[in-house]
């Protein structure tokens, strides 16, 4: 386990933060992920995959898993799409990555932003938003469609497709 964990934590904790994107429930679901594998390791098959990519497998779906959870739902209910965009302008990461996110993202408007933070930040489903924000399902599903549409166009615009 001390080698598991010393050649592949800082991986899958990278894995990891990037979905669920607060410090200590990444570092909660990082133990979570090293006690699956523990308790799961002779279920690993070398013949299906390397052992990175089964243990990156637990641990993107034990990060899914608690973002789809009442209690992280609950827990982000305040947070502001502006939190997650704020992480694309941190100096410790490659800006390269990023290249016009923010501006694309600033230009979709309130209603979009809170839909795309809903759906794709915080994990609700189509029908869970569309109960939370008192709106038909079919209508929800065209105005995310049509707000990932612009955001779409506002990125194609930075990279020129």
Request: hydrophobic share 35%; charged share 30%; net charge negative.
């Amino acid at each position: 386990m001390d080698y598991l964990y010393d050649n592949y934590s800082a991986s899958l904790f990278g894995i990891i933060s990037r979905i669920v994107c607060h410090r200590e429930m990444a570092e909660d679901t990082l133990v979570e992920v090293f006690m699956k594998i523990w308790n799961q390791i002779d279920q690993y098959d070398q013949e299906k995959g390397t052992l990175f990519t089964w243990m990156y497998k637990i641990a993107r779906n034990q990060a899914i898993d608690k973002i789809r959870s009442k209690d992280y739902k609950t827990s982000q209910k305040s947070n502001d799409i502006d939190n997650y965009v704020d992480m694309f302008e941190d100096n410790s990461t490659d800006k390269t990555d990023y290249i016009g996110l923010t501006e694309a993202i600033a230009i979709l408007g309130e209603e979009c932003k809170k839909l795309i933070q809903l759906n794709f930040f915080m994990g609700y489903s189509h029908t869970e938003i569309s109960k939370n924000e008192d709106m038909a399902l079919g209508s929800l599903k065209t105005k995310i469609r049509r707000c990932l549409k612009n955001l779409k166009i506002g990125l194609n615009k930075d990279f020129g497709y």
